[in-house]
C-alpha cells in the first residue's frame, strides 16, 4: 500500500475539540461494531493519559492512548484508524510516532492488548506475543510487547 504521507501526528490536549472529535472516532470504531458504546464508561481517569491524533487536513483519522503503568512501561490502547483510511500505513505510522514518544520520554517497554483480529498489524510491527488468548469486551485478545 502507498504511505499516506500528508498526516500529521499530535497529542490530543484531554477535553479539548480534538478530544471529543477523539471519542467519537473510538466509538465508531472500536465500540459500535459491538454493539456497544463508549459514552458508558467512565473516562475520567482518561485525563492522566497520552493521547496521540494522526489528522489528515486538520481532521481525526486515526487515534491512541499511551497509559503510563511504570517510570519504564507504558500500555498502548484504543488505536483505530477511521473506516476508510485503513491499509494506508496511517496506524503503522501512529504506532511509530508513538513509539518515538516514549523512547524520548525514556520509557523502555509497551505493552498492549491485541484483539485476534489486529494480531498481525502488531507482529509486522515488532511486537511479540506473551499471554495465552483471554476475552476482554467478549472478544479474544493476545497481550502483546515490544521492547524499545
Ligand atoms: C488495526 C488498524 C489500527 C490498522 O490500521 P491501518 O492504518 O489500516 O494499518 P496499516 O495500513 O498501517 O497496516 C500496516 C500493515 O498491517 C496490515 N494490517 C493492518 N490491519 C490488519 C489486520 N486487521 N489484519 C491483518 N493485517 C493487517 C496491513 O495490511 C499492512 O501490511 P503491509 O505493510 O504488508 O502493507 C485498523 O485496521 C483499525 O482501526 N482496525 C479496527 C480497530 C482495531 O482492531 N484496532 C486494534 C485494536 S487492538
Redo the contacts with the bound molecule.
Keep these: ?1 502507498n504511505p499516506q504521507s500528508n498526516i500529521d501526528f499530535r497529542i490530543i490536549k484531554f477535553e479539548s475539540e480534538s478530544y471529543f472529535e477523539e471519542l467519537q472516532l473510538r466509538d465508531r ?2 465500540r459500535k461494531p459491538l454493539g456497544m458504546s463508549l459514552f458508558d464508561e467512565n473516562l475520567d481517569l482518561e485525563i492522566n493519559d497520552c493521547h496521540i491524533g494522526a489528522f489528515s487536513n486538520n481532521c481525526l483519522v ?1 487515534v491512541l492512548i499511551l497509559t503510563k503503568l511504570s517510570n519504564s512501561e507504558m500500555k498502548m490502547r ?5 473506516d476508510g ?10 504506532v511509530a510516532f508513538s513509539e518515538d514518544y516514549c523512547k524520548k520520554s525514556n520509557y523502555s517497554r509497551i505493552v ?4 485476534a ?6 507482529k ?2 515488532g511486537y511479540t506475543i506473551i499471554s495465552d488468548v483471554f476475552f476482554e469486551i467478549g472478544i479474544p ?1 493476545y497481550k502483546l510487547e515490544k521492547i524499545l
Design positions: 500500500m470504531v472500536l486515526g484504543q488505536v483505530a484508524v477511521d483510511k485503513r491499509g494506508l500505513s496511517i496506524g503503522s505510522q501512529l498492549l492488548n491485541a484483539r483480529t489486529a494480531l498481525e498489524f502488531y509486522r510491527l485478545h
